[in-house]
């Protein structure tokens, strides 16, 4: 068996507390996206946005890793081939989950990016409006997430991953945003198997091999646990 790539979204945090974003009552139908993850946005409203995001990075400090991050971690830690997670999360509850090298396509909550000099640094539990670069000094602090209209990172290296990847699987995101809901054609290119693993069947669910629906905490283990068995 090869190389896993996994790609998670705002569902795989749900059961953390965490909102996602286009359930109902989630994100979307709190705040506007151009209001508040566009740079555009950002200009015209940086105390907005700043608030947006510092409640957001407050609440994720509270949240704890469910038993789905602690599962692909474990996958990672005890699967003979690598195993690579991309997440659109801004959360870091991979990572306290005990997960590696996990590749934040969208950014981090934690980090903070200067909009004058690129410098980035740990951001501070809340940031406002008129926040100085610790190395330009500009008055041009904003979170390091990546906003609509931008570039998201890590591109190249996840291209990469997928086109060596012998299973796709899509955890907890509802594949409406690109490129990330391109993945599963990139990795269907590559010969992979692909698994979308979610509560309700996704817009790209039929572009899947195989479809596991269910909340996070329970099939996440399962999938996990079967495929430790038959590695
Ligand atoms: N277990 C598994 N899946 C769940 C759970 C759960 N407990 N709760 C919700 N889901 C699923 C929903 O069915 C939905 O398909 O998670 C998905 C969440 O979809 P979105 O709210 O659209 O979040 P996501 O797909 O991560 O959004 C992608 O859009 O707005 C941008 O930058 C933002 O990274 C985000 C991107």
């Not at 955890?171 to 290119?189: D, K, R």
């Not at 198997?193 to 996704?202: F, M």
């Not at 572009?207 to 099939?219: F, K």
Request: aromatic residues 6%; charged residues 15%; negative net charge.
């Amino acid at each position: 068996m090869g190389k896993i790539v996994i790609l998670t979204g705002a569902g795989i945090s749900a059961e953390s507390g965490l909102g996602t974003f286009r359930d109902e009552g989630g994100l979307w139908s709190q705040h506007r996206i151009e209001d508040v993850a566009t740079p555009e946005g950002f200009a015209r409203d940086p105390a907005l946005v700043h608030g947006f995001y510092n409640a957001r990075r407050i609440q994720a400090a509270k949240a704890q890793p469910n038993a789905a991050h602690l599962a692909l971690a474990r996958l990672q830690r005890d699967f003979p081939s690598e195993v690579v997670i991309v997440t659109q999360n801004v959360d870091n509850l991979h990572e306290a989950g005990g997960a590696e090298n996990v590749l934040h396509m969208h950014g981090t909550l934690a980090g903070a990016l200067c909009a004058t000099c690129d410098h980035r640094w740990t951001a501070p539990p809340e940031m406002s409006v008129g926040e100085v670069c610790p190395a330009c000094t500009a008055p041009s602090a904003r979170p390091d997430v990546v906003w609509f209209g931008e570039m998201p990172y890590h591109m190249d290296l996840i291209y990469d991953h997928l086109a060596g990847a012998t299973v796709f699987a899509s955890i907890g995101t509802s594949g409406q945003v690109y490129p990330a809901a391109a993945f599963v054609h990139e990795a269907a290119l590559a010969g992979a198997r692909t698994v979308e693993l979610n509560l309700d069947p996704s817009d790209g669910a039929s572009r899947y091999d195989e479809v596991i629906l269910g909340p996070a905490t329970q099939i996440v283990p399962q999938w996990v646990d079967g495929l430790l068995t038959h590695s």
